[in-house]
């Protein structure tokens, strides 16, 4: 099992700036990816960004792309996203998640989740 616990969400204007934070715990040796996913009440989840463990490999969704910055502490079991030039329509629960399949942005492929990171972003 792998524990993942978010932080680091917040209200921000428009064009800010907000950096998430994810710690993971448990059996991280087995994780092959993490990821960013998020969620309104209208939208289904829809995936964000996400890392290999090592680093190796990133994957951005279009809407973030230029934007928003994934990375990786292995040494802190810690995930990051820096989010800038933020839009109103970033404006989502955010969701950390693990996954020990050979994936990057399939949701369905990410076994573990955390609770979940308010961001709202106001114009």
């Known amino acids: 099992q792998v524990q993942l616990v978010e932080s680091g969400g917040g209200l921000v204007q428009a064009g800010g700036s907000l950096r998430l934070s994810c710690a993971a715990s448990?059996?991280?040796?087995?994780?092959?990816?993490l990821g960013w996913f998020r969620q309104t009440p209208t939208k289904e989840r829809e995936f964000v960004a996400a890392?290999?463990?090592?680093?190796?490999?990133?994957s951005y969704a279009d809407s973030v792309k230029g934007r928003f910055t994934i990375s990786r502490d292995n040494a802190k079991n810690s995930l990051y996203l820096r989010m800038n030039s933020l839009r109103p329509e970033d404006t989502a629960v955010y969701y950390c998640?693990?996954?020990?399949?050979?994936?990057?942005?399939?949701?369905?492929?990410?076994?573990?989740w955390g609770q979940g990171t308010q961001v709202t972003v106001s114009s």
């Open positions: 998640a693990a996954t020990i399949i050979v994936t990057l942005s399939r949701e369905s492929a990410y076994q573990f």
């Open positions: 448990g059996r991280t040796s087995s994780i092959y990816a």
């Open positions: 890392i290999t463990w090592n680093g190796a490999l990133t």
